[in-house]
């Protein structure tokens, strides 16, 4: 079996340099590799009409890429790390089995475009995904709070009891945050639709036109990313919007996280979880922990912390490939994972939020009303200031 590297003639790699270099890139791909095959189907394509593959090679390739799409979903597929990452470890199985094709299979690419071709479909799948999985945690939030429509509740400013609210309004007040972030995904999606394979190593190939428009529709792409050197600065920066993007709906997760922190407390108990949500104690028998909001309370913090790494990664790069943006890739993918399973957390725990309906009655105490008693006033004609000083002055007697 192959075991070079596609740059590699004789001189091997020091193995310490080839570990630290390569990380955990090819354990990344092996988790990402169904794009990578769906982008070489399309550049096979592309070939096959611009007579680089004959009919022959052409039927290999795609029986070879197929051959891989199944082991893959076995998990027999593997990617060694003297392969660097999966695009070589395709590009060596096609040879080794197919011959020829799997020579011809690089022509017109790099893998520099390889890859982000691959974690660009990658983003456009996540980013629909998880968009519609807000949309659905947005609905839970509505379908609770209409359930709840007449329970009041104490409104905080400071963290003291303010104003009169309601169960529905707290609810609702996540429901609507989260539906006004669809513009912000459906523009998302609309950066993520544009097709950067072609670019190679991010200047394009002048003497061999890869008909970009060809493999971009392939692959179901609404445009090219036409320009080369673009397209390779998009590698960590569309990661970087990616997270941005969905930063604001974090923070409002991060809200309500820290809100039911609080008022699952046995000193409000306004609302509560069922026993199947919480955790025990190895030591206090009468423990009921609300683990769950804490662990999304940790991970939505690293999730900010991710994106300013990622940042941090490609602030200082100049123009055309880096490699320091290979880092950008274990990061973001672990996010990506990070942030479906919070919302569907999330989501869990509105649909199963229990309200604590005498506790919050108990707690509507007379003070949260004088803001009314000042406009009472001015309904019966007092200034507003008047009204407020004298309703001031009678709280302040008791």
Sequence with gaps: MNKKKLWELDNKLDPSVEKFTVGSDYLLDAELLIYDIKASKAHAKMLKEKNVLSDADYKNA???????????????????????????AIEQFLTEKYGEVGKKIHTGRSRNDQVLVMLRLYMKKEAKNISKKVSLLADAFSTKAKENKNVQMPGYTH?????????????GSFSDALKDQKVFFDGLCEL???????????????????????TSKEMGFKKVQKNPMYCAMSRGQF?????????????????????????????????????????GSSIMPQ???????????????????????????????????????????????????????IVDVLTLVVKNLKIQEKKLSSAMTD??????????????GKSFRTAYLEIKKDLNKS
């Design 62 to 88: 795609q029986k070879g890429l197929d051959e891989i799409l199944e082991l893959w979903k076995e998990g027999k597929f593997e990617i060694r790390q003297e392969q660097e990452d999966g695009h070589t």
């Design 239 to 279: 990661e970087n919007q990616f997270l941005g993007t969905f930063s604001p709906s974090v923070l409002i997760f991060s809200r309500f996280v820290n809100d039911l922190l609080l008022f699952t407390m046995q000193e409000f108990d306004f609302f509560s979880l069922p026993a199947s949500f919480t955790t």
């Design 159 to 171: 963290a003291q009891k303010a104003m009169p609210a309601s169960v529905s309004m707290w609810l």
């Design 287 to 341: 423990k009921r922990n609300y683990d769950v909001l804490e662990i999304a309370r940790g991970r939505i913090n690293a999730y900010f912390s991710a994106q300013s790494e990622i940042q941090n990664l490609c602030k200082c790069l100049i123009s055309g490939y880096n490699r320091d943006t290979q880092l950008t890739k274990e990061i973001f993918v672990k996010q990506v994972k990070n942030l479906d399973e």
């Design 192 to 214: 993520l639709d544009q097709s950067p394979l072609g670019s190679a190593s991010g200047f394009g190939i002048a003497n061999f036109d890869t008909n970009r428009e060809f």
């Design 367 to 380: 003070d949260l009303f004088a803001t009314e008693q000042v406009y009472d006033l001015v309904s019966s």
